[in-house]
């Protein structure tokens, strides 16, 4: 045969764009935890910077830009709600804040994850720091708990440790301060506006 | 090597629109082609084009070990100085690739022809790893083809087999992906390789090219301040080294695919020197450059390529009697290349089926042979409109 034996066809569906959660978190909470990954590890849930420097052994700058690596994430995974009043009605009063990109609400980062295993063993790991949430809505069964942005609970506020899925670690890339943009594309520019920039197709051939 | 028209399987657009391939149809003209298939028998698709293919990869190959030791040759494949220790580093370290295109003049008789070799940016390729595939799939089916039928076209199991290894190779690094702003056809071409990579189990991001940043220590970024350390773009080596953050190009540590080195590949300077090295071989075509034409005297008509084209631009068939005569219509290509030059490749037309100029590209995933690609056009020059056709083995 010289075909590719068998092509995952779901994988390549396109469904359309996922839509942010709009109604209560709790019903699809509940899911999540049942099928709760077995490979678990220790992680703490440091939720200033100072707050990182005591209990890890990690440098005030790593400390500095895990945070600022989970404050990304959290803009880019966290819940998010068409009114604050939505958001406010899961993660409680003035928790809410509007994204960055605007338009809709998403809840405060309560802290980020740091794997304990890895901070004995030197600190700074270089990878992804998670953001957690945590969850007040008087009444839920999930009232006072933590859960990471895909909603998965793991554990009440305020434990001194907690147990969560490995991938909560996975590396992701390191955030940088960036000083210009722009700096790559301009040839293409300069070409595309060749006859009258009616050009149909890209830059691959 | 057969044109067989078949019907359209009914409902196909809605299809492609839940695959998420919006570039079926560009400008009103149909871009896939269903109304018709090609059919090759298994020794035409081994001998005919499996083999040469594999064949000139690795002479290709040998092209870059000479030009890498040659300043000389460095100059004439157009590399701006300040860039061939990138080049040259990227070679040295054996800089791993993804994947390559090389297009043939073939008929299903006689030689394969090279007609050049898309080793930086190839496209086309969701509509042949997957969307072809899916094609025969839903034909056999249907019945409308017979069940043993067969496709040149192990691409995306190759693909996917690849990032694997480049996995390996590049651990703990997220694979941004990138290519320019407002082409549906290029971000459907970056998505599938992404989703291929995903399929690894690489991380992924997305970027546009116009939107990377850079940070005070000349490292790259995406648009929510990531470093990059690992892109594949979908962009020309060629632009890149021209541009404003070319500049920062070797000083930050980023693995790139394609990797440098394949600026000499996708450079048409290749040809000339192909032919140079490897003199007569048949799956090469006669390619000279601009001023060592008194040795082509031998061919009454030369097609003339500038050193950086892509989808077919600029290209012209000159005749050698009346100077540079540049030929009528549909023979003379138009476009935004050739300030740095051409170079010239003895005639050879493409083979027609009716009314049809057919080109076939010949995939390559690292050094392997992994399937065909089929294009027609109305007009001997296949450019970036020219139908994509799917194909079978029977």
């Given at each position: 045969m010289k075909k590719s034996k068998t092509i995952n066809i779901d994988m390549m569906r396109k469904t359309p764009r996922k839509v942010p959660r709009l109604g209560p978190l709790a019903a699809a909470v509940a899911a999540i935890t049942l099928t709760a990954c077995s490979s678990k590890e220790e992680a703490i849930v440091v939720e200033t910077v100072d707050d990182c420097v005591s209990k890890t052994t990690m440098t005030r700058e790593q400390c500095d830009a895990a945070y600022k690596s989970a404050l990304v994430e959290a803009e880019r995974t966290a819940p998010k709600y068409r009114s604050r009043s939505q958001c406010e009605a899961e993660f409680g009063y003035s928790q809410c804040q509007s994204t960055r990109s605007g338009g809709m609400f998403m809840p405060f980062m309560a802290g980020y994850l740091v794997s304990q295993v890895m901070s004995n063993r030197g600190g700074y790991y270089g990878g992804t720091y998670n953001p957690v949430f945590h969850y007040q809505r008087p009444y839920s069964s999930h009232n006072n708990r933590i859960m990471t942005a895909d909603g998965t609970v793991i554990g009440r506020a305020g434990q001194s440790s907690y147990r969560v899925g490995k991938s909560s670690f996975k590396p992701k890339p390191k955030v940088t301060r960036t000083?210009?943009?722009?700096?790559?594309?301009s040839v293409a520019s300069a070409k595309s506006s060749w006859g009258g920039g009616k050009r149909s197709g890209g830059w691959g051939g | 090597m057969l044109r067989i028209p078949i019907a359209e399987r009914a409902g196909w657009q809605q299809k492609a629109e839940e695959f998420g391939?919006?570039?079926?149809?560009?400008h009103g003209e149909r871009y896939w082609d269903e109304s018709a298939y090609y059919q090759f028998t298994l020794e035409q698709i081994e001998k005919g084009i499996e083999e040469p293919t594999e064949e000139i990869h690795q002479m290709c190959l040998e092209v870059v070990e000479k030009v890498i030791a040659d300043d000389e040759l460095m100059r004439r494949f157009c590399i701006p100085e300040k860039h061939w220790d990138l080049v040259r580093r990227s070679w040295k370290n054996g800089d791993p690739s993804l994947y390559s295109r090389l297009d043939f003049a073939y008929s299903g008789k006689g030689h394969a022809k090279l007609y050049e070799n898309n080793a930086d940016t190839p496209t086309s390729v969701f509509e042949t790893g997957f969307w072809q595939w899916l094609w025969l799939q839903d034909n056999v089916d249907s019945g409308?083809?017979?069940?043993h039928a067969d496709q040149f076209n192990s691409l995306q199991e190759k693909l996917v087999n690849q990032f694997k290894d480049l996995k390996f190779l590049t651990p703990d690094r997220t694979l941004h992906f990138a290519c320019c702003k407002e082409t549906d056809e290029d971000r459907g071409t970056v998505q599938y390789l992404e989703d291929c990579a995903k399929a690894a189990d690489i991380d992924t991001r997305f970027a546009f090219i116009e939107d990377i940043g850079r940070d005070p220590e000349g490292n790259f970024s995406d648009l929510d301040d990531n470093m990059i350390t690992w892109m594949f773009k979908l962009y020309p080596w060629e632009f890149m080294f021209r541009?404003?953050?070319?500049?920062?190009l070797g000083g930050n540590n980023i693995r790139w695919l394609e990797p440098p080195w394949k600026s000499i590949l996708s450079n048409k300077a290749l040809l000339p020197l192909l032919w140079k090295m490897?003199?007569?071989?048949?799956?090469?075509l006669p390619s000279f450059f601009e001023d060592e034409l008194s040795l082509a005297s031998d061919y009454d008509s030369l097609v003339k390529k500038p050193i950086f084209s892509r989808e077919g631009a600029n290209i012209s068939i000159i005749n050698q009697q009346s100077d540079i005569v540049k030929a009528k219509g549909s023979h003379e290509s138009s476009g935004p290349y050739g300030e740095e030059g051409f170079i010239y490749q003895a005639t050879h037309m493409l083979p027609k089926f009716g009314e049809h100029y057919t080109l076939i590209g010949s995939w390559l995933v690292d050094g392997e042979a992994a399937g065909i690609s089929i294009r027609e056009d109305s007009g001997p020059i296949t450019q970036d409109m020219s139908r994509y056709l799917p194909h079978i083995i029977l």
């Open positions: 000083v210009s943009r722009g700096g790559f594309g | 391939f919006k570039f079926h149809t560009m409308a083809l017979p069940r541009e404003e953050f070319g500049d920062y490897f003199p007569d071989h048949p799956n090469l």
